[in-house]
């Protein structure tokens, strides 16, 4: 979780509902905590629970999620450490156990042993909502896989938080996640990305950002773009503009924190022509192969799959 801006829970003036629908459980118990927040102790149905945490301001928790995190088994989290902040400003004494890129493989098939046998499992992530861009995919797919239960417990998430600010078209939009760190790699991303018919939207690190803004203006031309950093926090910040003013306004000193980067659709619509179906292709072909790659970019263009799959296979000999 990024570091947060603590707003003190003790300031909360809010009782939770007397019913939640949402919820399969019912209620057996509550946990009074500072301010008058009652936080409810109930029996969980046996589940994997993904939980969105607050993205720095921790008065962004939802009511239900503090309920699920105080009745669940047992809590996973990337960082405990972190996790704990919030856990403990809300008196929530769960068990907190690390779940992270690095020992999600051998933590599975345990984790879903225990959801066999009747655990109620909460996942949440650093900051946001589980899933997205960090392991907690793994786990989710192996519990579905399993035969086992999958309950979303939703709230706070960067992506919405930072297109709801852009000012861009938010009628359909794409999350890329983060981009590679190499400009070659880079520029083969964000080629594929070229003609799709909809915002963009990035995560990316302060320094790297001028880097990735001049690509983009290398591939997408002068586009109107944001950036939107410390979302949610005391130095939140959003700035507007094309590509070019955003490139001219980072001369000065370097921004700091965490960063959703958008992008605007293309002018007009998608501009399917041979580049940019190349550009596509080459970007991603080595990671789907001929016949994934030909169907997604089929599909993004509205080309014929026949035509895209020739291409594709050209290229492939290339």
């Not at 003190?8 to 949402?22: I, M, V, Y």
């Not at 930072?162 to 890329?176: N, T, Y």
Request: aromatic share 4%; proline share 6%; charged share 25%.
């Amino acid at each position: 979780m990024p570091k947060p801006d603590i707003h003190s829970a003790s300031s909360f003036r809010h009782k939770t509902a007397k019913d939640n629908a949402q919820s399969p459980s019912a209620e057996s118990g509550a946990l009074s905590v500072p301010g008058g927040l009652s936080i409810r102790r109930s029996p969980l149905a046996p589940g994997l629970y993904l939980i969105a945490t607050p993205i720095g301001n921790l008065r962004d928790i939802t009511l239900r999620a503090l309920d699920t995190l105080a009745s669940a088994d047992i809590v996973l989290a990337e960082d405990t450490r972190q996790s704990r902040k919030l856990l403990d400003a809300y008196q929530i004494k769960t068990s907190l156990s690390p779940y992270h890129d690095h020992n999600a493989a051998k933590r599975v098939p345990a984790l879903i042993k225990k959801l066999e046998d009747g655990a109620s499992i909460a996942l949440i992530s650093d900051a946001g909502t589980p899933l997205v861009s960090d392991p907690g995919y793994k786990l989710a797919r192996a519990a579905i896989d399993a035969g086992q239960n999958v309950f979303a417990v939703p709230g706070a998430s960067a992506v919405l938080c930072g297109l709801s600010v852009s000012g861009l078209a938010s009628d359909k939009f794409m999350f890329a996640g983060f981009l590679p760190p190499k400009t070659g790699a880079r520029k083969t991303a964000l080629g594929a990305l070229m003609a799709v018919p909809s915002s963009l939207i990035f995560f990316e690190t302060a320094p790297r950002l001028s880097a990735v803004l001049a690509d983009m203006l290398d591939i997408f031309g002068d586009r109107q773009a944001v950036i939107a950093r410390e979302l949610t926090k005391k130095y939140e910040e959003v700035l507007r503009g094309t590509l070019s003013e955003l490139i001219a306004q980072l001369e000065g000193p370097r921004l700091r924190g965490e960063i959703v980067l958008m992008l605007a659709p293309p002018a007009g619509g998608a501009i399917w022509d041979d580049e940019a179906v190349d550009k596509a292709l080459r970007a991603r072909l080595s990671d789907l192969g001929v016949k994934r790659a030909s169907e997604e970019i089929a599909s993004l263009s509205g080309l014929p799959k026949r035509q895209v799959y020739a291409r594709a296979l050209q290229i492939k000999d290339e």
